[in-house]
């Protein structure tokens, strides 16, 4: 394809899920980790990071079974970040470790992470500016058409204990 500049050069990359990144919380995340890596990509040379599907992990903890088109896995939220921002305290991440490093822990990984992340989101709106709550309006004006129904079914598998949600009964609440 002609006047198409990436196809004008020779360029390689990687495939890589961030979830196979180091992280001290089970999973690798885009956090620092992936900060090093993309940074050592473009060091090495290398011109593209491909990622597997990043939405919330399905069945099996796939990306491929993923129950939203538009959603991001919470797993892939740096809780380091988090706290850099101030939103935790280092002691909230500091010194856990869950699994052996070897292999990836989702479930003790969603585990760690989820009362955190919370904890995170009580922390934004008790101290956040009116700039950054319009910010937050704005994300979920422009989500409008996908957010209420994804958290809808998310509160439906949580309370359902990750029962498969039919639709006769989505439709009869």
Known sequence: M???DCF????????????????????????????AFAEFLARA???????????????????YDSPSTFAGSPLLVSLEMLAREGL????????????????ANYL?????????LRLAFERF????SPADMRRLEAF?????????????????????????VSHSLAAAL
């Open 2 to 4: 002609p006047g198409n």
């Open 8 to 35: 004008d050069r020779r360029s390689s990359g990687v495939l890589l899920h961030p979830t196979s990144l180091p992280g001290a919380q089970g999973v690798g995340d885009l956090g620092p980790a992936a900060h």
């Open 45 to 63: 040379g290398q011109s593209w990071w491909q990622m597997l599907p990043i939405g919330p992990p399905g069945a099996g903890n796939s990306p």
């Open 88 to 103: 935790l305290h280092r002691d909230d991440v500091a010194g856990r470790r869950t699994g052996t490093g070897k292999r």
């Open 108 to 116: 003790e990984a969603a585990r760690f992470r989820q009362p955190r």
């Open 125 to 128: 709106e008790a101290r956040a």
């Open 140 to 164: 979920r004006g422009r989500s409008s058409y996908w957010l209420p129904d994804y958290a809808l079914f998310c509160s439906l598998k949580q309370v359902h204990r990750g029962a498969v």
